[in-house]
């Protein structure tokens, strides 16, 4: 075998994983805006009886190899709730998804790119979204600016040059998404703080903390008006019960009853709004570079999630029923709720900042909340598209 040929397998064993794993902590060790999450979080991911994604998904993974070594990677994935959706929402029938690349150069990129394609292809697709790792839920699009600085919790981070791989293998951008910065130790702008005290009078409507106590009927109340707020979403795919289980055991960790709230109109919950304090930030001094921390590492961590302070805030998730939508309510509430937020963030866990996002290029109503708020652009992450 010649030393230059790469050689592409599919990866369907535990072995085969970590190799598709620890490639990603190998090719960005030196890139210091790069947050080593958790290995057994990562290999979790891609493990199928660990991701509920994989209960609606078949996913093939797949490592490339020159002279014997690890080169590259490529997650390429169906989403049947995806297939279900209607196409002018950007997924539906004949959408095939690939994510997670990681390449040492172009040429390998490519290869990857190609083998994803194929599979897809031979699945029955005709196109693609890319990248998404995995589910729209997670890691969407591939950054596109705001490379100088760390991405906060549960959002990805690509080197500048992945784009120049995906336009190169005929993919053109589709859609944006976008995140906001918010200074948080500053007062919002007088005429929201005349909206959010007018509607701290009404006695309609009731902004609450989230109720750990009875934190799983809270997190269905939160899924339920998310599936509803975002059907009609560019992209959207709905939760299902179990991803929903999940994604909750997950962050439960991080949930403050003080920086998840409800908004009730008349006794309904009819708005949510999640903040979680920023883990990448304790992460990326805690734990390696191979995503293994060690035991002063692990010590650090376990102290930050005791004390939770100091963080910056990341909001992954805020939604208002969807018959509220075109009504000044709707603004009223989410004006609410990021306010009681931005207080408790700084006054209870030391906040400088907050990031809100990511909010789709087209969501006119989040981008005018956030822009009304003085919030300043500070990533963009593009899905492209291809036909096959």
């Known amino acids: 075998m010649a030393q230059s040929e790469i050689v592409i397998t599919e990866v369907n064993d535990k072995a085969g994983r970590e190799a598709f794993v620890d490639l990603l902590y190998r090719l960005n060790a030196d890139d210091p805006n790069f947050v080593p999450q ?17 209960e609606h998904a078949r996913c093939q993974l797949f490592l490339a190899r020159r002279g014997g070594a690890v080169v590259g990677r490529i997650a390429a994935h169906i989403d049947e709730l995806a297939l279900a959706q209607p196409p ?30 194929q599979w897809l292809r031979g699945q029955g ?6 990248p998404m790792t995995l589910s729209v839920w997670e890691e969407p699009g591939l950054l596109i600016k705001g490379f100088d600085h760390p991405p906060t919790i549960m959002m990805g981070h690509n080197p500048p040059h992945h784009r120049g791989w995906i336009e190169g293998a005929g993919y053109h951008g589709v859609k944006t998404l976008a995140t906001y910065d918010l200074d948080i130790t ?4 007088p005429l929201i703080q005349r909206i959010v005290q007018s ?7 009731r902004i609450r903390d989230v109720d750990l106590k009875n934190f799983d009927r ?3 109340i939160i899924c339920a008006i998310l599936n509803d707020a975002w059907s009609d979403n560019w992209g959207f795919v709905p939760f299902t019960p179990t991803e929903i289980a999940y994604t909750a055991k997950k962050m439960k960790p991080l949930v403050k009853p003080d920086l998840v709230r409800m908004a009730e109109y008349d006794g309904e919950p009819v708005a949510f709004m999640i903040t979680l304090p920023d883990a990448n930030q304790i992460q990326l001094k805690a734990v390696g570079r191979n995503g293994k921390p060690s035991l002063l590492g692990w010590i650090r961590l376990g102290l930050w999630m005791l004390r939770t302070k100091p963080a910056d805030m990341r909001v992954p998730l805020m939604g208002v029923v969807k018959r509220l939508q075109s009504s000044r309510m709707a603004s009223q509430l989410a004006f609410m709720m990021i306010e009681t937020i931005r207080r408790a963030s700084v006054e209870n866990y030391r906040g400088k900042r907050g990031e809100i996002g990511w909010i789709l290029d087209d969501n006119q109503g989040m981008n005018a909340i956030a822009e009304a708020i003085d919030a300043k652009v500070n990533k963009e992450y593009l899905v492209f598209e291809k036909g096959l």
């Open 199 to 205: 509607g701290e009078k009404n006695e309609r409507i």
């Open 186 to 189: 500053k007062p919002f702008p």
């Open 38 to 54: 958790l290995r057994g979080e990562e290999l979790e991911r891609y493990t199928p009886g660990g991701n509920p994604y994989f």
């Open 125 to 130: 697709m005709t196109r693609v979204l890319a």
């Open 218 to 220: 809270e997190v269905e």
């Open 88 to 117: 002018e929402q950007g997924m539906g029938p004949g959408t095939g998804l690939w994510g997670a690349l990681q390449a040492e150069d172009a040429d390998i990129a490519a290869a990857l790119i190609h083998q994803a394609e």
